[in-house]
């Protein structure tokens, strides 16, 4: 694909790459899924989410990112913050998802202990596709 479209932007992942993914996760799961959900907290901790997925028992907010998979990490950490925050978040365990489209990276916010954890591995498209889906899957029934 990437022969025939210019990936160089996050725009361009987003379309081309990590929304098939997530079209293939509402095809199991028949998720609600946001795109570019706002939300504000207050006047230091508010933006935009990329991706909100919410099922009727949870939910899993994905970053999407161009190039830096740390930068992303640290704003979905933030992000993860502001949904606890959110009257409607009453979980102990918040999930998320940094994605530059062929590679993806969770996250889960402890809400109890207050500590964000990175997972340590790494799923890359289309190698780790089915991996990957499982595992969204998993968070979004569980």
Same mark, same amino acid.
């Given at each position: 694909?990437?022969?025939? &479209?210019?990936?160089?932007?996050?725009?361009?992942?987003?379309?081309?790459?990590?929304?098939?993914?997530?079209?293939? %996760?509402?095809?199991? !799961? =028949?998720?609600?899924?946001?795109?570019?959900?706002?939300?504000?907290?207050?006047?230091?901790?508010?933006g935009e989410l990329d991706y909100f997925l919410q099922?009727?028992? =949870?939910?899993? &907010?994905?970053?999407?990112?161009n190039a830096d998979l740390q930068r992303g990490f640290?704003?979905? $950490?933030?992000?993860?913050?502001?949904?606890?925050?959110?009257?409607?978040?009453?979980?102990?365990?918040?999930?998320?998802?940094?994605?530059?489209? /062929?590679?993806?990276?969770? $996250?889960?916010?402890?809400t109890q202990q207050k500590r964000v954890i990175q997972?340590? /591995?790494?799923?890359?498209?289309?190698?780790?596709? !089915?991996?990957?889906?499982?595992?969204?899957?998993?968070? %979004?029934?569980?």
């Amino acid at each position: 694909m990437s022969t025939y &479209v210019s990936l160089t932007s996050e725009m361009a992942r987003r379309e081309f790459l990590i929304t098939p993914v997530l079209m293939e %996760l509402i095809h199991y !799961t =028949q998720v609600k899924i946001k795109v570019g959900y706002s939300l504000k907290i207050n006047e230091q901790l508010k933006g935009e989410l990329d991706y909100f997925l919410q099922t009727k028992t =949870q939910f899993l &907010v994905i970053e999407a990112k161009n190039a830096d998979l740390q930068r992303g990490f640290t704003q979905l $950490a933030v992000e993860l913050i502001a949904v606890e925050k959110a009257e409607f978040a009453n979980y102990s365990l918040l999930y998320g998802a940094v994605s530059m489209g /062929n590679i993806w990276q969770f $996250a889960v916010l402890d809400t109890q202990q207050k500590r964000v954890i990175q997972d340590t /591995n790494i799923y890359r498209v289309p190698a780790d596709l !089915t991996e990957l889906l499982q595992i969204m899957v998993g968070i %979004l029934e569980g």
